[in-house]
């Protein structure tokens, strides 16, 4: 195809050359409309619809956060707390020590007043944790016929003529009519008057595994030692190890350290030597002296 040829398909008509070049300057001013002009759709919100959005914010958030919440607390017995625990009701170490303390006594708290007497712990702390305790159905029990008391009408004042019964000669019945004695508690003392083969004070409700202080007052106020049971007491000058550490007052190492002084020192002539010996109960010196035989 010659150069000639070519050269005829650009030729136009004055007509054809205007028309081209408005179709240019059409081109041209689409492209600047389209390149400075915005066509994003301008969409006006409905102001109920804004509120209503607004709201379900709000409700979205409370959702939330009810989500993250500190963790359920279950009812549960004071007398009972760990440290974990305690720290985790918010208890200082000093407070836990001092209920620790208090329990090592084998004796309980009945009451959240009694709770703070005991651990020391704030007002506004006792104010927190306080309805989450949950005491045994007795001390509730003695509460409510606590207020029977209140009365002043002679008929209701009058009180109980107390019969006072030997511990000695005590039975499960004469002992689960005490307040805070079960079963399970009764059969445990009598079990232990057992090993003992008889109880030679009232003193020894307090080795009783369970028995709370006021529980004990109403023991005393219900029982007494009134004669001593004949049992063999121990040689404690001529006793084996195996003897000695079945007694309920010693244990082995204790036993094993009163045969090594023995061995070494001699016999013993009264309880005072037997103090000498590391780890001796001496708290409880006169009461295991009725058990022993130093002749």
Not at 70 to 93: C, R, V, W
Not at 140 to 145: A, G, P, R
Not at 210 to 221: R, T
């Amino acid at each position: 195809m010659s150069f000639k040829t070519i050269h005829t398909y650009f030729k136009f008509s004055k007509e054809q050359r205007i028309g081209i070049f408005c179709l240019f300057v059409l081109i041209i001013s689409l492209q600047l409309v389209y390149y400075f002009v915005d066509f994003t759709r301008v969409t006006k919100e409905d102001p109920a619809k804004q509120k209503w959005l607004s709201l379900q914010s709000g409700l979205d958030s409370m959702k939330r956060s009810s989500e993250i919440r500190t963790p359920k607390i279950y009812l549960f017995n004071p007398n009972f707390i760990t440290d974990y625990k305690g720290y985790k009701l918010g208890m200082s170490i000093k407070e836990i020590d001092r209920l620790v303390a208090f329990r090592k006594k084998n004796k309980f708290v009945n009451s959240a007043e009694e709770f703070q007497g005991i651990t020391k712990v704030s007002d506004a702390l006792l104010h927190e944790i306080a309805p989450f305790f949950k005491f045994p159905d007795w001390v509730n029990t003695k509460k409510e016929s606590n207020k029977f008391k209140k009365y002043t009408n002679s008929a209701f004042a009058q009180k109980e003529k107390i019969v006072v019964i030997d511990m000695n000669r005590a039975t499960k019945e004469d002992l689960i009519k005490i307040y805070g004695i079960g079963e399970a508690i009764s059969l445990r003392i009598l079990k232990q008057k057992e090993a003992l083969g008889g109880f030679v004070s009232m003193e020894q409700m307090q080795d009783v595994w369970g028995l709370s202080s006021e529980v004990i007052e109403n023991l005393n106020a219900h029982f007494k030692v009134i004669t001593v049971p004949e049992f063999k007491k121990i040689d404690i000058n001529n006793a084996s190890l195996k003897e000695l550490s079945q007694f309920y007052y010693f244990r082995y190492a204790l036993a094993k350290e009163i045969v090594t002084y023995r061995s070494m020192k001699g016999d013993f002539n009264n309880i005072e030597d037997l103090t000498k010996i590391k780890g001796f109960p001496v708290d409880k010196a006169k009461i295991i002296d009725l058990y022993l035989d130093f002749d």
